[in-house]
Nanobody, 124 residues
Framework: QVQLVESGGGLVQAGGSLRLSCAAS????????MGWFRQAPGKAREFVAA????????YHADSVKGRFTISRDNAKNTVYLQMNSLKPDDTAVYYC?????????????????WGQGTQVTVSS
């Protein structure tokens, strides 16, 4: 089981930037796909971005494409989400998740371990 701890959330004005980090434990990190999801109050959890085991392949949700970038550093067992041009609609709790497969995947059923989440609030 991979243990995940997110950090980097906070309060930012619209148009600003944040970088989320997710530190993973376990020696299997470099072999598994990773993803970011978010959940706003009263809404279902939604996919944000995913990355393959080696970082070569990524997916980003249409709502964040061109503004957010997922990346990973396998030497540090860490996955990142760089968020630029933030909007109030991006306000949510952001969750890091590890997949049971090595490729980048958008299917929530492929993700087996989840972090505790980090709050991102974007003010207008």
């Amino acid at each position: 089981q991979v243990q995940l701890v997110e950090s980097g959330g906070g309060l930012v004005q619209a148009g600003g930037s944040l970088r989320l980090s997710c530190a993973a434990s376990g020696r299997t990190f470099s072999t598994i796909g990773m993803g970011w999801f978010r959940q706003a109050p009263g809404k279902a959890r939604e996919f944000v971005a995913a990355i393959s085991w080696g970082g070569r392949n990524t997916y980003h949700a249409d709502s964040v494409k061109g503004r957010f970038t997922i990346s990973r550093d396998n030497a540090k067992n860490t996955v990142y989400l760089q968020m630029n041009s933030l909007k109030p609609d991006d306000t949510a709790v952001y969750y890091c998740a590890s997949a049971r497969v090595g490729q980048a995947t958008t299917f929530v059923g492929d993700f087996t371990s989840w972090g505790q989440g980090t709050q991102v609030t974007v003010s207008s």
